[in-house]
């Protein structure tokens, strides 16, 4: 028998399962969108240097996690 056969067995007795489940899905999505959306307004409203790594990244890593959680959530699957 392969090694990879043996990988696929043992791999059938423990089954993936994810941080956030599919019933949480759209309200985790939907949460990090809005937290995106307040995150980018004060970006907004204070840009300097200081404020990028601060506000901005976490603002541009909400609004991407958000919009895949968010388009898992209602069926389009990407």
């Given amino acids: 028998m ?3 056969h043996e990988v696929w067995e043992a791999a059938a007795g423990s089954p993936f399962k994810p941080i956030v489940g599919k019933n949480s899905q759209f309200f985790v ?3 990090l ?3 995106a ?3 980018t307004g004060f ?3 204070n840009r300097s240097i200081v404020s990028l790594p601060a506000i901005g ?3 541009s890593l909400a609004f991407g996690f958000g919009a895949v959680y968010t388009i898992c ?3 389009v699957y990407v």
């Fill in 33 to 35: 969108l809005l937290i």
């Fill in 29 to 31: 999505g939907f949460s």
């Fill in 37 to 39: 959306l307040v995150l």
């Fill in 43 to 45: 970006f907004s409203l």
């Fill in 73 to 75: 959530a209602v069926g």
């Fill in 57 to 59: 990244i976490p603002a």
């Fill in 2 to 4: 392969s090694a990879l």
